[in-house]
């Protein structure tokens, strides 16, 4: 059941949290108003108990090999599973590679909410009012993320993130030796989705024909009275191989072309010029030319075949069989027809 994978959802999520709060900076400004210095608040992982205890085993901060306020720490705190968000019960389906190079079963993403706690710590009051006042009006509750969640399926999605909760600790009592610090604890939750294993082989997964056996006799026959099979097949060709050029221009309603081909035509077989897909009825006639290698051929077609609609075509089209190894090329997401045999 289980294998190893690893997305990395949840190192993106942390740091894509991280990176909001990476340019927010304070301004200090003289009595007339010029901004005379402006700081970098500086930013790292981790809980905000260690920065305290760090304040309060250190409480001389000023010289140029300890901690300076203000500073910024945030940690991922918690994991729930939320299940407000859930869609479906469907385990997996399949999808394109991310660069289009094979059909790849995922798994379906499970809602999962992470928790950030987001402290702030300064030593004046205007340091942290700056600080607050360049965060909470992006939050009304919610700030959304764009992530790349799972890259072998270049499933991007938008994940919002929400400010909870705010709690606000001013430290200001002790003797003169104790130094003052203002802490602002902020809690996000970001509601994020978490991928399952990606198999790149699926090929015994596609369902490539189906069956159905009809009995009207008792119940423990073996033998069917009637049986249905159905198989895919393809609605327009894949392979780009031309087959045959037009030798006049046709309007929507002619049901006669003339071609020429160095190829063997087949009747009873179906072929696209343009956006529009054909049935080959019967071949009417067949002409040598004068080169010895070619033939003009008058053909009688069915139009506008598996919901493809008529149009004019003009002299020189190309004309592209539609043919098994068509079907073997079918992406997900395209149409495609059925062939039916009854038994």
Known sequence: MFEFFYHEILRRTVISFGTLFNDINIKKKDSDGDTFSIIEVPLAYGPKQKFLARLEQSPNLNRPVQMSLPRMSFEMVGISYDSS?????TQSFLTKAKDNSQIVKSYVPVPYNIEFELAIMTKLNDDMLQIVEQILPYFQPSFNLTIDLNSTIGEKRDVPVI????????????????????VYTLRFIAK??????????????????????FNAGSPGASSRDLRYS???????????DSLAVLD??????????KVITSQTLTEKSYFSIDNETMYLEDIVSSTELSNGTDY????????????????????????FLINSEDNQLIEPGDDFGFSVDFS
């Open 85 to 89: 968000r859930k869609v479906t019960n």
């Open 163 to 182: 400010l909870s909760n705010l709690v606000m600790q001013d430290d200001y009592e002790g003797d003169y030796s104790t130094r003052r610090s203002l």
């Open 192 to 213: 994020t989705y978490l991928f399952g294993p990606t198999t790149m082989d699926i090929s015994k997964d596609i369902i490539k024909k189906v069956t159905v056996g």
């Open 230 to 240: 159905v198989t895919p097949v393809a609605t327009k060709n894949y392979t780009g």
């Open 248 to 257: 006049e221009d046709i309007d929507a309603t002619e049901r006669v072309l």
């Open 296 to 319: 003009s051929y008058q053909l009688r077609v069915q139009r506008s075949q598996y919901t493809t609609s008529a149009q004019n075509h003009v002299s020189g089209s190309d004309l």
